[in-house]
């Protein structure tokens, strides 16, 4: 990876839809070349994939909570597919610390939470922070 390619990941970063033209005259290069760049970065797994940025809060998502789980290491087998299902779960980390896992949720309501939070409780204790406001939304990485 050198620093065109670079340019192009923090380009893509903060918008993944822009047009390869207007890519390759920030990098000076041809379109063709900027896709070949873009193609390559795909293949090595650098550029996983795109997503689109919704307003969680439009969709009637008001409640976004982050849930601390401690659990036993045997309940990861059956944990994983579980947690895996269940789309109100945005992010699940196996993390250090008093809590193996970390999730981060979104839900309609409090009673909704809580209703997931109590099927949660059958793999182990839960602690849960509801969050008031987000000053640094979701970024990539700036390289």
Not at 57 to 70: K, M, R, S, V
Not at 86 to 113: A, Q, R
Request: hydrophobic share 40%.
């Amino acid at each position: 990876m050198d620093a065109i390619d670079i340019k192009i990941l923090n380009m893509l970063q903060q918008n993944a839809r822009t047009p390869l033209k207007t890519i390759a005259e920030k990098v000076f290069l041809s379109s063709p070349a900027v896709s070949n760049r873009i193609e390559h970065l795909e293949k090595q797994g650098i550029i996983k994939g795109y997503t689109t940025v919704v307003n969680k809060e439009l969709l009637g998502y008001h409640i976004t909570a982050f849930i601390n789980l401690e659990m036993e290491p045997t309940q990861k087998q059956e944990f994983y597919p579980w947690v895996r299902d269940i789309p109100n779960v945005l992010e699940c980390n196996c993390v250090t610390g008093d809590y193996s896992m970390l999730l981060k949720v979104v839900f309609p309501s409090t009673v909704d939470l809580d209703v997931f939070i109590g099927k949660l409780q059958q793999f182990g204790k839960t602690s849960t922070q509801i969050v008031f406001s987000t000053p640094v939304e979701h970024r990539g990485i700036t390289i």
